[in-house]
């Protein structure tokens, strides 16, 4: 019962490189969502997708881009990594029809240096 | 938009004490309410939720109820332990135009002490 997995879990940048998180949810849902975590700031949402195909922005979207080519995965892109993009960045995913209830994976560590 | 304030940290107790983290939100329509936790080098997961107004929403001895006259979702517990230490998010879950756009408080970082 995987739920939903990230990958990488840690990874270090130069500013200037550029990297794609990855996250897999293998509970067939509709709904995936990528958020940034910082010390006092909460989560905070980046880019969100209702669907196979489709991809929008939310709240912090730039520096970002995203891509759902296939249901059960919604990639995260950094084109050129900043040191304000040193974050904890977690991935989740929720089943359409439903009350919103998210299904998180374990979090993904990036450091700009 | 959709907000949510939840109280500031750290909350320190003593183990077995009376929690309480306080949450307002505001929202357009008629949103789902949730309280998930995180534990250390975890990601967040749900410790419960009210769909509707008045509903109480209840897990592992934590309970919260969901008060539209007061646009508020508080957390209780009434004897906490050292393992209930984490931080908690309150948050809602809306939808203009549809789709579920999840929006969470800053989260509260409780601590229990022997």
Known sequence: ?113 | GDSVTQMEGPVTLSEEAFLTINCTYTATGYPSLFWYVQYPGEGLQLLLKATKADDKGSNKGFEATYRKETTSFHLEKGSVQVSDSAVYFCALSDRPGGSYIPTFGRGTSLIVHP
């Open chain 1, 1 to 113: 019962n995987a739920g939903v997995t990230q990958t990488p879990k840690f990874r270090v940048l130069k500013t200037g490189q550029s990297m794609t998180l990855l996250c897999a949810q293998d509970m067939n849902h509709e709904y995936m969502y990528w958020y940034r975590q910082d010390p006092g700031m909460g989560l905070r949402l980046i880019h969100y997708s209702v669907g196979e195909g489709t991809t929008a922005k939310g709240e912090v979207p730039d520096g970002y881009n995203v891509s759902r080519l296939k249901k059960q995965n919604f990639l995260l892109g950094l084109e050129s990594a900043a040191p304000s993009q040193t974050s904890v960045y977690f991935c989740a995913s929720s089943p359409s029809g439903d009350t919103g209830e998210l299904f998180f994976g374990e979090g993904s560590r990036l450091t700009v240096l």
